[in-house]
C-alpha cells in the first residue's frame, strides 16, 4: 500500500513563498506519476499539478501556472510544490498524489489511486 505524507504548509502573506514536500512510501516498481491537488472551503477539488514518473514532463492547473513549480527526487522518494507569488485565493488544503503510471496525473487521470491526508496552506492578504 502507498502511503503519502505532506508537509510544508503553513501561514503566508500575500506574494510570499511556501515549498511544500511529500514523502512516498510503500508500493513496487517505477513509473510512479505524482502531482498535487487542492480543496478549498465549499468548493470542489481542484487540480495543482503533477509530474511523469521520469520527471520529463509537467502539467499545472490554469490558476498556479508560471507561479507554482513541481518537482521530484527519486532517490528520496519526495515530490516537491515550490509556490511563489502566493494569493489570498491559493488557501486550500493541499493533498499529494500519486497514480502507477506512464501517463501524467490531471487530464489523463482525474482521478489518482493513492492520496495522502493534506497539508493547509493559508495566504493572508
Known amino acids: 500500500q502507498v502511503q503519502l505524507v505532506e508537509s510544508g504548509g503553513g501561514l503566508v502573506q500575500a506574494g510570499g513563498s511556501l515549498r511544500l514536500s511529500c514523502a512516498r512510501s510503500g508500493g513496487t516498481g517505477s513509473w510512479w506519476s505524482m502531482g498535487w491537488f487542492r480543496q478549498a472551503p465549499g468548493k470542489e477539488r481542484e487540480f495543482v499539478a503533477s509530474?511523469?514518473?521520469?520527471?520529463?514532463?509537467?502539467e499545472y492547473g490554469n490558476s498556479v501556472k508560471d507561479r507554482f513549480t513541481i518537482s521530484r527526487d527519486d532517490a528520496k522518494n519526495m515530490v516537491y510544490l515550490e509556490m511563489n507569488s502566493l494569493k489570498p485565493e491559493d488557501t486550500a488544503v493541499y493533498y499529494c498524489?500519486?497514480?502507477?503510471?506512464?501517463?501524467?496525473?490531471?487530464?489523463?487521470?482525474?482521478?489518482?489511486?493513492?492520496w495522502g491526508q493534506g497539508t493547509q496552506v493559508t495566504v493572508s492578504s
Open positions: 509530474i511523469n514518473w521520469s520527471g520529463s514532463a509537467t
Open positions: 498524489v500519486a497514480q502507477k503510471s506512464v501517463y501524467l496525473i490531471g487530464t489523463r487521470i482525474p482521478r489518482p489511486d493513492f
